[in-house]
DNA sequence: TACAGTTACGGACCGCGTAAGCATA
DNA sequence: TATGCTTACGCGGTCCGTAACTGTA
């Protein structure tokens, strides 16, 4: 049994049972990965994978367990390499951050650029997906860093949960809109009387919207739904509806339309950075996560990993923090 | 940066930095394991050891945290080589039990007999030692198993904790001596005008002897203390004081002396088997496992184990199950 | 001088890539 | 015939053990 086996493994096992395609996702040969792997489950002594004549057909439930375990002992071997590379002050490197549309859009553009200007030889890849997806990245371990929103406590689903900043929503019409005429603050029976165009998370039963709207005992209709807060806006301009979403993503430029805070309407929303325990921080990443709080101390955040303490952190609101260009928008 | 040499790191970290006693251990040369060491530093960067003219002086800090990450690396290892040797109905290997004197010697033999008539090549391996070395064996990997007694709830240092049976004190006396002549139940007053000879754990303060005694305002002197029940009985035949002892290292041969049951004047203790969860079970450790315990099913075992359950196990007392033999002493 | 770690050297092994083989759809 | 895994083969690297070297107590 070998690093190298195991890497092999994984390749196959990620492409698909595809041995030609991990290959190449490894930068090696076919027959070499194919090889290996014979050479694995001979050590092991049961085939990992059943084979039709043609091509692997499954993963067997011994191999599933192998898979399992094979996980934890690469993803340990890259957190020795990454112990090194921070010791080397060998800043270059990739940052998968797993987060939705809206985040990606108008939360993080500022934060990212400043640690492109402090890091200029990481790769910063942005996985845009639902909160669920999100979460399953990170833990798939394809992502590093996850950042989602939700309208309660922190996700129980990740490890470790850092609040960091809360959020209200806004409702969205054309300034023609008659809602953008009212003398009076906007109710959510207001908002029931038009289809609503809104995030695609809206459509799930567990949706905050909808669950404001059936509380108030109101019927609600969606006209459209989107994950990207701009096709939200092109739909309200196009006349679709009302739109509701989060406030980041009002921008100037959106000044042909009247943005109506709905904070006392729809429960407030607190964004969460997710990160895993398990995993060596690279030190680009830290500062990514202390530029996004500046209040946490980055020693606090060490021992927060390290020694499963819960981090007290009071987020800031978006308004207090936003500004042209958006959290973590400071000068290094 | 290789499964050998992460393996040879950890054998010269265990060592004493000794290379060459490393070398020993793990059955190579020492200039095998010199060069692999070298390797690796050059590999990740920095050095692991310093040193000195003669001899590795000491771990660096980084050091530190690669070989931390490597033991839960090489651990996984031998998870992959367990399932696969479990599959293959190997029924060779090794056992490690930490656990006390007084369970190794009364209570584990016939559990141990039989499975070793069930798994004849497996060696068994015995690390008496406290309960807090026990727990210590368990974290560093050294025990598979740990068997200890609380007088109360589970030790919280162990990720899986199953109660075995319950156990309860029993004051030994010749037959000569006083306490064995009264013709009312005994007190701890009675016990407390006698030097006592007892476990060492008697002399934490936390002990719950000694709490016991403080509870009730009595003073208590210690005559002796040992680790061993075998040396308890010694000193209480020669007259050093009065013996306090678990009731399973009460035996027939102890018939010269009066074993009074202290059931009323000592709380309860409770024998638990520990386990990690990270740590795939071979089959005859979980055979071992399921003797001990008969009433816990194999099934609900693996699901403690892989989905953190917590496992409801009301265990029986040990007069309940003991025999000549003690327990899982029964036909295979 | 003895001990511990490092360097030097030669043989065996092993992993990799190229190329050929083989079995389907 | 195209695709995808397996087997064959030769090269290069690497790991290992023996042996010599170096540097203290």
Redesign the pocket.
């Known amino acids: 049994m ?1 690093l ?1 086996q195991l890497r092999y493994l994984l390749a196959i096992a990620d492409s698909g ?5 991990a ?1 190449e996702k490894v ?6 990965l ?6 694995l489950e001979d050590e092991l002594g049961f085939i990992l994978f059943t ?6 057909e499954s993963i067997t439930p011994a191999g599933e367990k192998v898979i399992e375990h094979a996980r934890i002992l690469l993803a340990e071997a890259n957190n020795i390499r990454a112990i090194a590379a921070n010791l080397r002050r060998d800043n270059q490197g990739e940052l998968h951050i797993a987060t939705t549309h809206t985040q990606a859009r108008y939360a993080l553009p500022a934060a990212l650029a400043a640690l492109n200007r402090q890091f200029p030889n990481v790769a910063v890849h942005l996985t845009p997906g639902g909160d669920g997806e999100s979460i399953a990245s990170l833990a798939r371990g394809d992502a590093e860093i996850a950042i989602i929103s939700t309208a309660g406590n922190a996700p129980s689903a990740a490890d470790l949960a850092i609040p960091l900043y809360r959020w209200d929503r806004v409702v969205l019409v054309s300034k023609q809109h008659e809602l953008a005429k009212l003398d009076r603050p906007l109710t959510l029976a207001d908002i029931a009387k038009f289809p609503l165009v809104s995030y695609e998370s809206t459509r799930e039963p567990e949706s905050s919207l909808r669950q404001a709207f059936s509380k108030a005992g109101l019927e609600m209709s969606i006209a459209v739904t989107a994950r990207d807060a701009d096709l939200i806006k092109t739909y309200v301009r196009a006349g679709f509806g009302v739109g509701v979403l989060a406030e980041m993503a009002i921008t100037p430029e959106d000044s042909d339309l009247v943005a109506i805070p709905a904070d006392n309407l729809l429960p407030r929303c607190t964004a969460w950075l997710l990160l895993r325990r398990d995993r060596v921080l690279r030190d680009y990443t830290q500062a990514l996560i202390t530029r996004l709080l500046p209040q946490l101390h980055a020693l606090e955040l060490q021992r927060a990993i390290s020694d499963g303490e819960t981090l007290k952190v009071n987020p800031l609101h978006w308004r207090d923090i936003a500004r042209p260009g958006a959290i973590g928008d400071f000068e290094i």
């Open positions: 070998t190298t049972l595809n041995i030609t395609l290959a930068h090696a040969t076919q027959p070499g194919s090889k290996q792997l014979k050479q084979r039709g004549a043609r091509s692997l």
